[in-house]
């Protein structure tokens, strides 16, 4: 298990702090010294997540630990091939695309502060990423979304209907 928390500080949004269990109660930003409270009482009893550590919001989202730019790179390296290798460059990037994401690893985000779960059981199960959920977050009353928050968060939530 190991979660990485993202500092509000933090400028660019690229710095984060690593954090490995036993779980401390608060972590030092590496990036700009504040202590943060870690929300530990979030884990479930079964190894998964209620809520987030860094933030302590109960809504989460899953998605695949794949690295976005490695993805962009096999593609971009495909089409460049493909007139020299017949279009068959872009079946086999396609190809390996999907095996890469077939076995990535699942990361739980938060919606509020970014921090992303590594490693945590299955159970509570946390849906794709929802953008209604977002936008209510966001935009509060104003959100054009009409469906209310589910009390709990999005711990067993249904996958999105979009």
Known sequence: MRVALVCPRDTDGGA???????WPRSVRCAHCGDEHTLHGEHASS??????CFGCGHPELFTQKDFPRALGIAIVVVAALAAP????ASLAVAAL???LLYHFAPNVVVCYVCRSEHRGFAARPKH???DR?????LKFGARAVMGKPMRPGGTADAPEPEH
């Open 16 to 22: 984060s702090t690593p954090v490995v269990p036993p």
């Open 46 to 51: 079964e190894g998964g997540l209620r809520g």
């Open 84 to 87: 020299f290798t017949y279009y």
């Open 96 to 98: 390996l695309d999907a």
């Open 127 to 129: 849906p794709r990423f």
């Open 132 to 136: 209604e959920i977002e936008e209510r």
